[in-house]
């Protein structure tokens, strides 16, 4: 089955920084890579999601990036906010069949320091 | 905004009881899903549910967890005699159409604490 690394465990920035979530994957069939902000004791929530026919996507200050060869993607939050502060899980899924569930990383604790 | 709801949003229970967790989908929706997420880790599927029938169940999901959707509209998880280490926090997620690129909706949790 699937199975998703995630990097680095925790991370912390100053406030107006840049902070980089990397992940990989290992099904070559996974074709669906969303991005989940979560907040002590709330549900995850999307913030991002790229499929696998586009290498980039950008949303304001959060982006997105896909390498499909090197099965591999990254998250990045420009100018970093204290309410950027959470938990991010990378996820991986792929469709087929009946079934399209989330395969999702350990998480990274981002701690954006004012 | 459409939205899943959970209930209760906190159950505790003594080892051994049987618990139900109930999900209400978005109404279009036609994948559901139920995940688990121990505190502190990161979030673990447990089983999907599509036409009325599991389509795919992980390891955890063993013979004490069930999902039905008895009513066409609520979504439950039942676990028949619950350990210590079920606690967590149990989310539900549903998806409309499925294919790549379908987002998941996730309510806002049930935190079971069996004691």
């Known amino acids: 089955g699937e199975n998703v690394e995630q990097h680095p465990s925790t991370l912390s920035v100053q406030e107006g920084d840049s902070a980089v979530i990397k992940c990989t994957y290992s099904d070559s069939a996974s074709n669906y890579f969303p991005w989940y902000k979560q907040e002590l004791g709330k549900r995850p929530q999307l913030i991002i999601d790229?499929?696998?026919?586009?290498g980039e996507k950008k949303d304001q200050r959060i982006a997105v990036t896909l390498n499909k060869t090197a099965k591999h993607f990254s998250l990045h939050i420009t100018e970093t906010q204290p309410e950027d502060s959470a938990v991010y899980f990378c996820?991986?899924?792929?469709?087929?069949?009946?079934?399209?569930?989330?395969?999702f990383g350990k998480g990274t604790l981002l701690t954006v320091n004012p | 905004e459409p939205e899943v709801t959970q209930t209760p949003s906190h159950q505790v229970t003594q080892m051994g009881q049987e618990v139900i967790l109930r999900c209400v989908p978005i109404?279009?929706?036609?994948?559901f899903y139920w995940y688990r997420q121990i505190l502190g880790q990161k979030v673990e599927f447990l089983v999907s549910f599509y036409n009325n029938e599991i389509s795919e169940k992980s390891e955890i999901f063993d013979d004490q967890f069930s999902v039905e959707r008895p009513d066409g509209s609520n979504f439950t998880l039942k676990i028949r005699s619950t350990k210590l280490e079920d606690s967590a926090m149990y989310f539900c997620?549903?998806?409309?159409?499925?294919?790549?690129?379908?987002?998941?909706?996730f309510g806002q949790g049930t935190r079971l604490t069996v004691v």
């Open positions: 790229i499929r696998s026919n586009v």
């Open positions: 109404s279009n929706h036609l994948y």
């Open positions: 997620a549903t998806l409309s159409s499925g294919g790549p690129g379908t987002e998941a909706f």
């Open positions: 996820a991986a899924s792929r469709s087929g069949g009946s079934n399209y569930k989330l395969t």
